[in-house]
């Protein structure tokens, strides 16, 4: 039997789903509000006196190890892909505090007393974490703001590193992190290999050409009548065994499936929504962002040696990271993407949410998008999908309902496609691990308890021993500039 399926936006999500329903007999629409296909993965164009770039905000990064299904679906497609070295770095304009993983020993030789003290705190973070990988630990959903008073973490800690570290890679609002659950942060870095990110830079890779080339690649040989651009979905009804889709300025058509490849959000405006779908999606909430693509360097460290591929700015408005008053912006180094230190080219930036805006000679254009805020209810209604999937045949596929990130989304886009059509368990040309099976997006665990005591026992001795050494020398200059002084 032929069915007839629409899917609505064209996302990572989206574009999975459409891409793995073209391999079945099923007729498949794709409806997108926009002229251009991609949702959140739109190109935009760079020009100056010297050169001219197509720049892809999303950069479509992924890391091969962790991201294995969107890796194998690019090497099918045959999609050129380049190395990007992953380096994080904070700059804090309050304190004057900064560190980078690309230059970090000439870091140490400023601040080496804080240095010690955040990279204890660093270790300890990642071997006293690994049982809040399990979704049932009794404190799974404690606040991360929370466990980081209770466990008595430093501030130099909290302040230029946890909290700077996940702003910067999961963008979200600093004042949002801290009633973030401790197990979801702590998965979301061990999945992703950003735990412990500190003295080394971490190899993912990025589609050359931005989305555009696998978007070009998916509707190759595609029938026009097949995807509906810059037509908006109006409303969704539930009418006896049909869903009946209506678009604005458009006739009426009738599905057999609709998958909605939207936010929550977008989702709830289109659908006539039952009371359980409408508690579930409503936990669902978005903060605006705003990007900025530019050229001004005054959003990145004042020394070009420390410049990493993913900048953090903590604003003069500075209060300590467990506060509601703590803000800061991320500066993308785009450049790194085509060459590890930029060489002499001009930088290409991208700055998300900045305190003031860049020098207006320096921008080459600003927009905004809404990203998903991830605290308790959200994690909650991530939980609580399954009651409502496929209900009423509508189906709900994003990433922001999961991780956020291009796998997530291509993974639900292709577990929403292979549920409709079971045959797509064993057509898919690449193996296809899901979210629970093994291999995929496993969290991998230090060797052993016992290993990390012993490393965590050592460095709080070398942290003491250091502490006092510190202590003791600042004496002694006290004393030999006291005798001086006497002698004169």
């Not at 900048?311 to 300590?320: A, W």
């Not at 999908?385 to 956020?404: C, D, E, P, V």
């Amino acid at each position: 039997m032929v069915l007839r399926i629409a899917i609505v936006g064209s996302g990572i999500s989206g574009l999975a789903a459409f891409w793995a329903l073209r391999l079945t007999e099923h007729d498949v629409h794709l409806y997108e509000r926009s002229d251009c296909l991609g949702g959140c993965e739109q190109v935009f164009s760079w020009s100056d006196e010297e050169e001219k770039a197509l720049i892809d905000p999303t950069l479509t990064l992924y890391n091969p190890t962790s991201h294995p299904n969107l890796a194998a679906w690019l090497s099918y497609l045959q999609i050129p892909t380049i190395p990007v070295h992953y380096t994080f770095g904070v700059e804090n304009e309050s304190t004057g505090f900064g560190w980078s993983s690309t230059s970090l020993w000439r870091l140490f030789s400023r601040n080496i007393f804080l240095m010690c003290r955040m990279l204890y705190d660093i270790w300890r973070f990642h071997l006293t974490t690994v049982d809040l990988t399990n979704p049932f630990h009794p404190r799974w959903f404690d606040s991360i703001g929370v466990f980081l008073r209770r466990e008595k973490y430093s501030h130099i800690f909290c302040d230029n590193y946890l909290i700077p570290l996940i702003a910067s890679t999961w963008i979200q609002d600093p004042r949002c992190i801290l009633s973030m659950p401790t197990g979801a942060v702590v998965s979301y870095l061990r999945r992703h290999r950003f735990q412990p990110f500190f003295a080394r830079s971490f190899l993912w890779r990025s589609v050359e050409g931005g989305a555009k080339r696998y978007i070009e690649a998916i509707f190759d040989n595609t029938d026009d009548c097949q995807v509906h651009r810059a037509t908006r979905v109006h409303r969704i009804l539930h009418e006896g065994s049909r869903l009946r889709l209506q678009v604005e300025n458009g006739p009426t058509s009738d599905f057999d499936h609709v998958i909605l490849a939207t936010g929550p959000a977008n989702a709830l405006q289109v659908l006539d929504a039952t009371n359980e779908e409408r508690k579930v999606l409503e936990k669902f909430r978005t903060t605006t962002h705003t990007v900025f693509l530019h050229s001004d360097v005054k959003f990145l460290p004042p020394t070009r040696e420390i410049w990493a591929f993913r900048n953090y700015r903590i604003h003069r408005s500075y209060s300590d990271a467990l506060s509601e008053l703590y803000s800061g912006s991320t500066t993308t180094y785009i450049n790194y993407v085509q060459n590890e230190k930029g060489g002499d080219t001009k930088p290409l930036l991208l700055t998300t949410d900045p305190e003031v805006p860049p020098q207006e000679s320096e921008v080459q254009c600003t927009f905004m998008y809404d990203g998903p805020v991830y605290d308790k209810d959200s994690i909650v209604a991530q939980r609580e999908m399954k009651y409502i999937q496929g209900s009423r045949n509508i189906w709900f596929t994003s990433s922001s309902l999961a991780h956020g990130l291009s796998e997530d989304g291509f993974c639900q886009g292709i577990e929403v496609a292979r549920i409709i059509c079971p045959e797509l368990t064993v057509s898919l040309p690449f193996k296809f691990r899901g979210r629970h099976e093994k291999g995929g997006n496993e969290i991998n665990a230090p060797r052993g308890r016992h290993f990390g005591s012993i490393w965590q026992s050592v460095l709080h001795y070398m942290l003491v021993c250091y502490s006092w050494w510190h202590k003791l020398y600042r004496i002694w200059s006290r004393i030999s500039d006291g005798e001086r002084m006497w002698k004169r």
